[in-house]
Structure formats: structure tokens, C-alpha cells
């Protein structure tokens, strides 16, 4: 593995953290911790929360934060999605609408959203510094990955 491969943080930490700076843009869900799985072959990575957003919109937000850094990294939506980001967001998006064709019609706007929050000049750098301290450290408590954002904003 070249040095340039070990200072690259791989797709899922920028996966984890997006989850974790959608959650700090609406400052209504708790981040405990943030971790990289290597040795979990289904997930890879995960955020964990203390607390949900009490606004169904915001929490389908933060589910769909994952795969919207993704897709700022490619430029294209990832080909494979995780199915519980995607589930969790349509429970959430289900308490919002009320119907399943409401709910999936929900989730299909709210992608774009994330890609545009997140692709913020004020929002991708958090993300981006999030994801190398989690690459190099392997896990993140939640105090440390705001403190990191705050940083990676005032540096903007």
C-alpha cells in the first residue's frame, strides 16, 4: 500500500461522517460516536446516535447523508446502497407522508437535498476532515467529530 493509499480516507469514512454533519446542520440529533468496521464486511463503518431529529425530514436527511457524500466523491450515486440507511430513511419519510408512493416520492426529493447541503462550501469540508481524522484514528466520539467540524468550517 503506497503512502498516498494509507492518507486517502476510504468512500465509507466520508460515508460516516456526512451522517454525522447532516445531523450537526440541524443540531437535532445526538452524535455518540463514529467508527470504521474493516473487518465487517456489510458495513463498514458506522454513526451512532444518542438521539433521532424529532422532524421526520430532517432524520430521512441524515440516513441519506452516506449516500450523498458518495456521490459528491464520484460525481455519479454509488451503485451499491446500503439497505439500512435506505430503510431507515423510508420509516422516517413514511412518519412524514403517511402513504408509501408519499414516502418514496419524499426520499427521491430529500437525495438531491443531501447532496446539495452537504456539497456546501460550509458543509463539505467538515465532512472531508471528519472522514481522514476517522480514517487515521479509526473512531471518532461524537464531542471530537463536532469539534473537527467546527474547525473544518472556520477554516472555510
Known amino acids: 500500500m503506497s503512502n498516498d493509499q494509507r492518507s486517502t480516507p476510504p468512500p465509507i469514512a466520508f460515508h460516516e461522517g456526512a451522517h454525522a454533519v447532516m445531523a450537526f446542520h440541524f443540531g437535532t440529533a445526538r452524535v455518540v460516536e463514529l467508527r470504521l468496521t474493516p473487518n465487517d464486511a456489510q458495513r463498514g463503518g458506522v454513526c451512532v446516535f444518542g438521539s433521532t431529529a424529532p422532524d421526520p425530514r430532517h432524520a430521512v436527511l441524515i440516513e441519506l447523508a452516506g449516500h450523498a457524500a458518495e456521490e459528491l466523491l464520484s460525481g ?81
Do not use: M
Not at 92 to 112: C, K, S
Open 76 to 156: 455519479r450515486p454509488p451503485a451499491q446502497r446500503s439497505g439500512r440507511d435506505d430503510a431507515r430513511a423510508f420509516r422516517h419519510a413514511l412518519a412524514a407522508a403517511g402513504t408509501v408512493p408519499a414516502a418514496r416520492a419524499l426520499v427521491l426529493d430529500l437525495r438531491a437535498e443531501a447532496v446539495r447541503i452537504l456539497g456546501r462550501s460550509d458543509r463539505w469540508p467538515a465532512v472531508s476532515a471528519i472522514a481522514s481524522a476517522l480514517h487515521t484514528r479509526g473512531r471518532l466520539d461524537g464531542g471530537e467529530a463536532h469539534r473537527i467540524a467546527l474547525v473544518a468550517i472556520r477554516r472555510k
